[in-house]
């Protein structure tokens, strides 16, 4: 059996015990994330049916929980949020066990390679290995595919009983144009009406004499790809989804010999067409599946401590303080049966894939009722399956926002964080990357002033000349610094410029000491910056932050003194997002 599809066009009652604000809670963040991560609270409050109050405190308490941000009539999905997405993936164990593999193929094919699951009769996401070309994958982890229009849903469907073949049909009846996926172009409304045929079935398909309908042949079709993919052990797409694209699929299997996913070459029909595709990569495919059940049957790693879903506030007595310190603050602005719902998704994660309630219980500092009451409506609204002893995550969770926040790049995660460092300290803020022997920056918040320090987007300068540059080169090993400078042309901005290589790297040992790099008028007269630099969540220095001021406001030490920790603060709450973004997809730094 699978779990409800996420389209399915009705639900069952919620059971008596259901969590009614965490429904509420998670219909919000549904809709916020169908949005695109972004809509009006007004819109929420149509969409959704909730009374305005109601999306009020569902919006205050996920702010709480740093998952969403409100920005005047907006609400935000923000990065934090993604943990319960990463939770999935690390029970899974799929992209640490099976990821470097598929890449290790991606590199071997020079193409797109993907690992899928299945979730209702759909197809989702949870890795993908895409080559930079015109022509190439746009699909997101997360992202979800009819069964039908892809290689994998084939696989799957062969493991459907009757009751999951008729809730496909009622799906493909209720949305025959695929509305429901926003991941996938619209179906053709000619092919909607005809039972989709896709170029290499549409022969037979039509001409079977059991498709005397379009939902009768949308079933044959689909059918026959099922049955060919049984035959053949893999699955083809020819241009299922759109014109030119094709992909060959294969499952995988665990030691139980159950299929838990399947890995997929995409290719364009510019590079193979769908006759060449699995003669060029089946044999390559055949030995990856091969090493992917090999890595499953390793035993998984248990969990760390810093895995454990209350290490970030520092262990289950810091979890409940702040519980009872949110509801202090915020009153019934901060709902705790949705945030205690919510915490409930990240008791599971790496070796605990498989939970009962007195471990879910234990894990999350919850009473034991109150994990039992949240546990039933998680699963009756298909986040959790339970084999009525252990609870376990499904990819549905992956719907909330995963998608979607999984595309932010380094720029997007820093811009909120700048500017409510803008709203604290007054002077503009910016982030910064190394570009060759250059800063580049790439986020920006100016702040208004009468005399302001005016820098765009993209805007360059040598990095030995600026404090979010000397940030930056103080995070390379010493040696690299050393030959970077002897090939500098290192020449003076103003009279105040510090050009002696030796000199320099006395400054840039201070900056790893201290933490941070001040520089007083080297680059510009009157110009006075302080930066940090950006860590990303294995500790390599990604970014720096800085605030430019003008110098003749303070002392340097004044400058020092009034904008450090907050700049500090800023770095660390940039660092966390970055953590959380960047633990199973690469976050571009532009």
Same mark, same amino acid.
């Given at each position: 059996?699978?779990?409800?599809?996420?389209?399915?066009?009705?639900?069952?009652?919620?059971?008596?015990?259901?969590?009614?604000?965490?429904?509420?809670?998670?219909?919000?963040?549904?809709?916020?994330?169908?949005?695109?991560?972004?809509?009006?609270?007004?819109?929420?409050?149509?969409?959704?049916?909730?009374?305005?109050?109601?999306?009020?405190?569902?919006?205050?308490?996920?702010?709480?929980?740093?998952?969403?941000?409100?920005?005047?009539?907006?609400?935000?999905?923000?990065?934090?949020?993604?943990?319960?997405?990463?939770?999935?993936?690390?029970?899974?164990?799929?992209?640490?066990?099976?990821?470097?593999?598929?890449?290790?193929?991606?590199?071997?094919?020079?193409?797109?390679?993907?690992?899928?699951?299945?979730?209702?009769?759909?197809?989702?996401?949870?890795?993908?290995?895409?080559?930079?070309?015109?022509?190439?994958?746009?699909?997101?982890?997360?992202?979800?595919?009819?069964?039908?229009?892809?290689?994998?849903?084939?696989?799957?469907?062969?493991?459907?009983?009757?009751?999951?073949?008729? =809730?496909?049909?009622?799906?493909?009846?209720?949305?025959?144009?695929?509305?429901?996926?926003?991941?996938?172009?619209?179906?053709?409304?000619?092919?909607?009406?005809?039972?989709?045929?896709?170029?290499?079935?549409?022969?037979?398909?039509?001409? /079977?004499?059991?498709?005397?309908?379009?939902?009768?042949?949308?079933?044959?079709?689909?059918?026959?790809?099922?049955?060919?993919?049984?035959?053949?052990?893999?699955?083809?797409?020819?241009?299922?989804?759109?014109?030119?694209?094709?992909?060959?699929?294969?499952?995988?299997?665990?030691?139980?010999?159950?299929?838990?996913?399947?890995?997929?070459?995409?290719?364009?029909?510019?590079?193979?067409?769908?006759?060449?595709?699995?003669?060029?990569?089946?044999?390559?495919?055949?030995?990856?599946?091969?090493?992917?059940?090999?890595?499953?049957?390793?035993?998984?790693?248990?969990?760390?401590?810093?895995?454990?879903?209350?290490?970030?506030?520092?262990?289950?007595?810091?979890?409940?303080?702040?519980?009872?310190?949110?509801?202090?603050?915020?009153?019934?602005?901060?709902?705790?049966?949705?945030?205690?719902?919510?915490?409930?998704?990240?008791?599971?994660?790496?070796?605990?894939?498989? %939970?009962?309630?007195?471990?879910?219980?234990?894990?999350?500092?919850?009473?034991?009722?109150?994990?039992?009451?949240?546990?039933?409506?998680?699963?009756?609204?298909?986040?959790?399956?339970?084999?009525?002893?252990?609870? =376990?995550?499904?990819?549905?969770?992956?719907?909330?926002?995963?998608?979607?926040?999984?595309?932010?790049? %380094?720029?997007?995660?820093?811009?909120?964080?700048?500017?409510?460092?803008?709203?604290?300290?007054?002077?503009?803020?910016?982030?910064?990357?190394?570009?060759?022997?250059?800063?580049?920056?790439?986020?920006?918040?100016?702040?208004?002033?009468?005399?302001?320090?005016?820098?765009?987007?993209?805007? =360059?300068?040598?990095?030995?000349?600026? /404090?979010?540059?000397?940030?930056?080169?103080?995070?390379?090993?010493?040696?690299?610094?050393?030959?970077?400078? /002897?090939?500098?042309?290192?020449?003076?901005?103003?009279?105040?410029?510090?050009?002696?290589?030796?000199?320099?790297?006395?400054?840039?040992?201070?900056?790893?000491?201290?933490?941070?790099?001040?520089?007083?008028?080297?680059?510009?007269?009157?110009?006075?910056?302080?930066?940090?630099?950006?860590?990303?969540?294995?500790?390599?220095?990604?970014?720096?932050?800085?605030?430019?001021?003008?110098?003749?406001?303070?002392?340097?030490?004044?400058?020092?003194?009034?904008?450090?920790?907050?700049?500090?603060?800023?770095?660390?709450?940039?660092?966390?997002?970055?953590?959380?973004?960047?633990?199973?997809? =690469?976050?571009?730094?532009?």
């Amino acid at each position: 059996m699978t779990h409800p599809a996420p389209t399915a066009p009705s639900s069952p009652a919620a059971p008596p015990e259901a969590v009614g604000p965490l429904i509420r809670c998670l219909t919000v963040l549904r809709e916020l994330s169908a949005g695109g991560g972004r809509q009006a609270v007004g819109d929420l409050v149509r969409v959704t049916g909730l009374a305005r109050s109601t999306v009020d405190r569902v919006l205050s308490t996920l702010a709480r929980l740093g998952y969403v941000r409100v920005e005047g009539r907006d609400a935000v999905l923000a990065p934090r949020l993604l943990e319960l997405g990463n939770a999935y993936l690390a029970a899974s164990g799929l992209p640490d066990r099976l990821g470097p593999l598929a890449d290790r193929l991606a590199d071997e094919l020079d193409e797109s390679v993907s690992l899928a699951v299945p979730d209702g009769d759909g197809v989702r996401f949870v890795h993908q290995a895409t080559r930079r070309r015109a022509m190439s994958l746009a699909f997101r982890i997360g992202d979800l595919l009819p069964a039908e229009r892809g290689a994998p849903g084939a696989l799957f469907a062969d493991a459907w009983d009757a009751s999951d073949w008729a =809730r496909w049909r009622a799906r493909r009846a209720a949305d025959p144009t695929d509305a429901g996926f926003p991941a996938v172009p619209p179906r053709p409304h000619d092919e909607a009406e005809s039972g989709f045929p896709s170029p290499a079935t549409s022969s037979p398909a039509t001409s /079977s004499p059991a498709a005397s309908s379009p939902a009768a042949a949308s079933t044959v079709v689909f059918e026959e790809r099922v049955d060919a993919a049984r035959a053949a052990g893999w699955s083809l797409d020819d241009q299922l989804i759109e014109p030119g694209l094709v992909a060959v699929a294969m499952p995988v299997r665990d030691p139980a010999g159950r299929v838990v996913c399947a890995v997929s070459v995409v290719s364009h029909t510019s590079r193979l067409s769908a006759a060449e595709l699995p003669g060029a990569v089946l044999p390559r495919l055949r030995d990856t599946v091969t090493a992917m059940e090999l890595a499953l049957t390793a035993p998984q790693e248990p969990p760390t401590s810093a895995a454990s879903p209350t290490a970030s506030t520092g262990g289950l007595s810091s979890h409940a303080s702040w519980m009872r310190a949110s509801k202090q603050e915020l009153g019934p602005e901060f709902v705790e049966s949705m945030a205690r719902g919510l915490l409930t998704l990240t008791a599971f994660g790496a070796g605990r894939a498989a %939970l009962p309630l007195t471990a879910v219980a234990e894990a999350t500092g919850l009473a034991r009722a109150t994990a039992r009451r949240a546990l039933i409506t998680l699963e009756h609204l298909g986040y959790l399956a339970s084999d009525g002893k252990l609870f =376990r995550l499904t990819p549905k969770v992956l719907e909330l926002g995963f998608a979607h926040l999984s595309g932010l790049t %380094l720029p997007a995660i820093a811009q909120p964080h700048l500017a409510a460092l803008v709203e604290r300290v007054h002077d503009s803020a910016s982030l910064a990357v190394l570009s060759g022997d250059d800063i580049q920056y790439v986020a920006r918040v100016p702040t208004v002033r009468i005399m302001g320090v005016n820098i765009t987007l993209g805007t =360059r300068f040598p990095a030995y000349a600026t /404090s979010m540059g000397r940030a930056l080169l103080a995070g390379l090993p010493p040696a690299e610094v050393s030959a970077r400078l /002897s090939l500098t042309d290192l020449r003076p901005f103003t009279r105040h410029t510090v050009t002696d290589p030796e000199a320099l790297l006395a400054l840039l040992q201070q900056v790893r000491t201290d933490g941070y790099a001040l520089v007083d008028e080297e680059l510009e007269e009157g110009l006075r910056s302080l930066a940090v630099p950006v860590h990303d969540r294995t500790g390599e220095v990604v970014a720096a932050v800085n605030v430019s001021t003008h110098a003749g406001r303070t002392t340097p030490a004044g400058t020092r003194d009034a904008i450090l920790p907050a700049l500090r603060e800023t770095a660390t709450a940039i660092e966390a997002d970055l953590a959380v973004a960047g633990r199973y997809v =690469r976050i571009p730094v532009l």
